[in-house]
């Protein structure tokens, strides 16, 4: 496990749009480390010291030479402050954190669905899949989005990984599938086929995709969000209950920085 | 002599630390967790997470929340029961060598002094800490912690079970913190630690709904830090055993305003979550700030607030 504790350096900071950023830190020590779903407590706090706590981002790329990215969108004080980081400036981090996604060790057809900044944990899973000794049968993206500006940038790298497709579905139909994501599935995926699904975004499609997997018998994991305090399994603040069927099932809740933030879709109480 | 010694602290009950710095109880699991981070043979004590007679589950979420610096948090006392702790938790505390001080809560005094009585025989424990902020379920859920009477009746009955020194860790969310404190001290405590979380509660204007699912919660962090401040002065003013310092402890500077106040040592919280190491950079501080002043002991800066 041995996550630890630095100060990492900022390389870049691209702005995706507006409110999006991409990141991209000097964390030989944790990108060595890191694997797809897996991620990093940041500060994200000024000279004050403020807001206290730090702000959980999934790991979004890893590099062989040192490189770690996170893509958040800016809805608070924590990644207002990240949005505004400039070249040389220095953040801490703790991580890399909390349980991955698994990778098939056999070949097999494999869906990706991403929501909004549920995206970013799923390009490094996808570049993991493809660089893995294991030739799937098939790798299908879904990624869904407010608008099409939200989605260019990560639709072109999606898809520059080659050896994959990748379809769009937006709230307002500026590009792709005028709808939700989900929508997609029906149509585009080989329903006699057996899917391993892997999924994040905004709890309702994860919900919604989930019970598609079940309807289907297809194994599905699910990447989830929790406030957090320390993410480290210290403060016990991140419960999620459980289903009572995976990995404690004598216990009503699960913690999603320890347990999580991966899921087997069944080990979770969609409520 | 050298910088060792300068920095040991007697806590009370014939319990002496190798320096001031603990960790406080739920803010640093059982000491495992925290085993990347810093060298656990460094702190002065490791204040494990509550522990009850039977495992519990804890609150529905969301748990914790963010507030204007510092945080709430309604875990609501998850933790894995006596036995699994003594079974699954101990070995690793018991190879570190620091002193483990196990925190305790229960639902009745009958509970607290069972729980008392279990750890009496589980090798390597150095104290118990006794959380008095639970609700005394037969008496219509008041916190033990708010009734002196209580709070006296809980400290003897843990007292007769132990041979163990007896920390009698305060509520805040009381009128007078100084009738608890005595309540203890002529309970038979050997060392008081205070403050416990304040309770406070967190609003959504927009849905107009509460942000913990338990709807209240108890307040950490830095906000709090004067609180407790005035409570741990007021409190060593009104005892004679040790007093132990929590609330909002992010610096070495906070540390040392404490012990001004009157703490003979203090407890590191929510700045654990903040930074896991925060507890080591304090006891590094502290052992400058003995150097620089000079002085034989930390424990002649212990009480020494002018208000001349
Ligand atoms: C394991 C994990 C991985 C994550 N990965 C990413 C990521 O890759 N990219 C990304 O953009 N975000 C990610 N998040 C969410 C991210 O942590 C939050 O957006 C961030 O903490 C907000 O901090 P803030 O200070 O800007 O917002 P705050 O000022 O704290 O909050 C602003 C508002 O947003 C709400 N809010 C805060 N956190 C969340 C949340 N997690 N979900 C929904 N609403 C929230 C608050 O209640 C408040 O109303 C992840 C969260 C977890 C738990
Ligand atoms: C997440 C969390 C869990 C806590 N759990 C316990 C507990 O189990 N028993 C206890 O006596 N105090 C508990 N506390 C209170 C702390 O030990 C401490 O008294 C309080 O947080 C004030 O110190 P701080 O401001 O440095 O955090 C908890 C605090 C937090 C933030
Ligand atoms: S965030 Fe603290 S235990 Fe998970």
């Known amino acids: 496990m041995t996550a630890i504790k630095f100060g990492t350096e900022v390389l870049r900071n691209e702005k995706i749009t507006d409110d999006i950023c991409r990141l991209t830190l000097l964390a030989p020590a944790i990108a060595e480390k890191a694997r797809p779903g897996q991620f990093v407590m940041v500060k994200a706090s000024d000279d004050f010291g403020l807001p206290l706590l730090r702000r959980p981002f999934s790991i979004h790329q890893a590099t062989t030479d040192g490189q770690l990215q996170i893509l958040f969108k800016s809805i608070g004080r924590g990644t207002a402050f990240l949005a505004k980081r400039q070249p040389g400036d220095i953040l801490s981090l703790v991580g890399p954190l909390g349980k991955g996604f698994t990778l098939p060790s056999q070949p ?87 899917w391993q699904v892997y999924s994040c975004g905004p709890h309702p499609m994860m919900k919604a995709v989930a019970s598609y997997c079940f309807a289907r018998n297809w194994s599905c994991q699910v990447s989830l969000e929790t406030l957090m305090a320390c993410g480290i399994s210290a403060c016990l603040g991140c419960a999620i209950r459980g289903s009572g069927q995976g990995v404690d099932s004598n216990k009503p809740y699960l913690h999603v920085c320890k347990d999580g933030p991966v899921f087997a879709a069944g080990d979770v109480a969609w409520e | 002599m050298g910088i060792d010694n300068s920095l040991k602290v007697d806590i009370g009950g014939g319990l002496q630390l190798k320096n001031p710095i603990m960790t406080a109880s739920g803010t640093f699991g059982y000491g495992s967790e925290f085993a990347d ?11 494990v997470k509550g522990i009850s007679l ?25 933790n894995v029961g006596v036995e699994n702790f003594s079974s699954a938790k101990m070995p690793f505390l018991r190879k570190i060598g620091t002193p483990v001080i196990v925190n305790i809560l229960g639902d009745s005094i009958e509970e607290y002094s069972e729980l008392a009585e279990k750890l009496n025989v589980i090798e390597g424990i150095s104290a118990i800490e006794v959380n008095i902020s639970c609700p005394n379920v037969k008496k219509g859920g008041v916190a033990f912690g708010t009734d002196p009477v209580m709070v006296k009746k809980v400290t003897e009955s843990v007292k007769a079970r132990t041979s163990l020194p007896v920390i009698i860790k305060l509520s805040p969310n009381v009128t007078d913190i100084t009738a608890t404190a005595r309540a203890a001290e002529d309970g038979g405590a050997d060392t008081i630690s205070l403050i416990n979380t304040l309770m406070g ?19 950490s962090g830095p906000a709090i830090k ?19 310092g929590i609330g909002g402890i992010m610096s070495t500077e906070d540390a040392l305003e404490f012990m001004v106040a009157g703490a003979s040592a203090v407890q590191v919280g929510t700045a654990n979550l903040v930074d896991p190491d925060t507890a080591e950079r304090i006891i590094d501080g502290i052992g400058d700030f003995v150097e620089e002043l000079g002085c034989q002991s930390i424990q002649e800066i212990v009480g020494t607030l002018r208000t001349d």
């Open chain 1, 108 to 194: 097999t057809n494999i869906c990706i669905v991403g929501g909004g900044m549920g995206t970013a944990p799923l390009f490094y899973l996808a570049k993991k899949l493809l660089r893995s000794n294991t030739e799937h049968k098939a790798i299908k993206v879904f990624l869904g989005a407010a608008t099409a500006s939200e989605i260019k940038v990560l639709q072109n790298d999606f898809a520059g990984l080659g050896g994959l497709t990748v379809l769009v579905a937006t709230d307002d139909g500026s590009t792709g599938h005028h709808g939700l994501v989900t929508e997609l599935l029906t149509d585009n995926l080989d329903q006699a086929g057996n």
């Open chain 2, 37 to 47: 981070y810093l060298d656990l043979q460094r702190l002065g004590g490791i204040v």
């Open chain 2, 54 to 78: 039977q495992p519990r589950p804890g609150n529905p979420p969301p748990r914790i929340v963010e507030t204007s610096c510092g945080m709430l948090n309604a875990i609501g006392l998850e």
């Open chain 2, 201 to 219: 509660i967190a609003i959504d204007h927009r849905t107009r709904r509460p942000k913990l699912a338990n709807i209240i919660g108890g307040l």
């Open chain 2, 226 to 244: 004067p609180v407790a401040l005035r409570m741990v002065w007021q409190v060593a003013n009104a005892v004679k055993i040790p007093v132990i």
